[in-house]
């Protein structure tokens, strides 16, 4: 069993003698922060090794109760929890966003580096880690893990565990994936041509989502989230107000969009035309009256569409190089042209 360390602020190591009794005394010295001023504290036992374990279990529980539950000796799987239960469950973040933070820190850091403690987690060892995990996993999966370590860190100056947020200077992580560039309008049209004659694809109904992504560059999850009352056919107009994500123990939801995040735009004839057909042989939209549902009623899942997607890029080598976010840079190219 590890010896508790001592907490920060205890002076000198721990001194221990012989009691006439036969028992051993171990005795420290510690600063009180709510005076300022040094004291010192001692435990007993029958032996050397024992007395000073108690000694440090009761130096780190003070430290602790004057604290609060973050400490210096506070792991990093501890302080993601409390991360979570502080600052992420109470804020007005998107469910998704909660769900994905906590994913975050179950799932990457706390295999990783959750047995370290705060004290330990410095700069050098903060950039270090995130730069191999970059390596490993991709600059976008560092940068999340990032986000959260950075979170974390800045709870723990708050209860004052440490002084500093040690992952304000680490390298910046960088990504070595090419940005994608946006399709040409001839592309455009060579892409929506050959979804179209692709019978795999007809058949999922990916042209026509592609269709809606390609003229309004939004996300997935947003893309299938658009209801009809979203759509104004009189209009040439689609509002971007939710997303559909899958919340856990909930299965699909679509997760409305707040504020100011709400988005309208204009649509080019080709979508507008699909937007017309389609509304005049629609599948019941289920509960939201969704514009892509599935034939039981229910929203699409993204990675469905990213699937189906996939496979025709594999059936069509040529299109290999468009992704998802080809999409978004496509569509804010039409709009602008």
Not at 81 to 101: G, L, N
Not at 181 to 196: F, G, I, M, N, W
Not at 322 to 333: D, E, I, L, N, P
Request: contains cysteine.
């Amino acid at each position: 069993m590890a010896r508790p360390r001592l907490p920060i602020g205890t002076s000198g190591n721990i001194a221990s003698r012989q009691l006439p009794s036969g028992a051993r005394l171990a005795h420290a010295w510690y600063r009180d922060d709510a005076t300022g001023s040094r004291r010192r504290m001692e435990r007993r036992a029958k032996s050397k090794g024992l007395a000073e374990n108690r000694l440090r279990e009761a130096l780190v529980k003070m430290e602790a109760a004057v604290t609060g539950p973050i400490t210096p000796a506070t792991t990093l799987t501890d302080l993601g929890r409390h991360w979570i239960a502080i600052e992420i469950e109470p804020s007005e973040r998107a469910r998704s966003t909660k769900d994905r933070y906590r994913q975050i820190i179950e799932n990457y850091i706390t295999p990783a580096i959750g047995g370290q403690e705060v004290r330990e987690f410095t700069t050098f060892r903060a950039d270090a880690f995130l730069q191999a995990w970059a390596l490993k996993h991709g600059a976008e999966s560092a940068n999340l893990v990032k986000t959260c370590l950075t979170g974390m860190m800045s709870l723990a100056v708050r209860y004052g565990a440490i002084k500093a947020n040690p992952l304000r200077e680490v390298t910046r992580v960088h990504g070595d994936t090419p940005e994608p560039r946006a399709l040409t309008v001839d592309e455009v049209r060579q892409l929506r041509a050959a979804l179209r004659k692709d019978k795999k694809a007809a058949r999922g109904d990916l042209p026509d989502v592609i269709d809606l992504m390609l003229a309004t560059g939004c996300r997935t999850g947003e893309m299938l989230a658009i209801r009809w009352e979203d759509v104004d056919l009189d209009r040439g107009a689609v509002a971007i107000a939710g997303k559909i994500i899958r919340h856990k123990g909930a299965g699909l939801v679509r997760e409305q969009t707040k504020g100011r995040k709400r988005s309208r735009k204009p649509l080019a004839s080709w979508a507008l035309g699909m937007l017309t057909a389609r509304r005049v042989n629609a599948l019941p939209g289920g509960e939201w009256d969704l514009v892509f549902p599935t034939l039981t009623e229910r929203p699409r899942e993204v990675t469905t569409i990213d699937r189906q997607f996939r496979n025709f890029r594999e059936r069509h080598p040529e299109w290999a190089w468009v992704v998802a976010k080809t999409f978004r840079k496509t569509g804010a190219r039409l709009r602008a042209t």
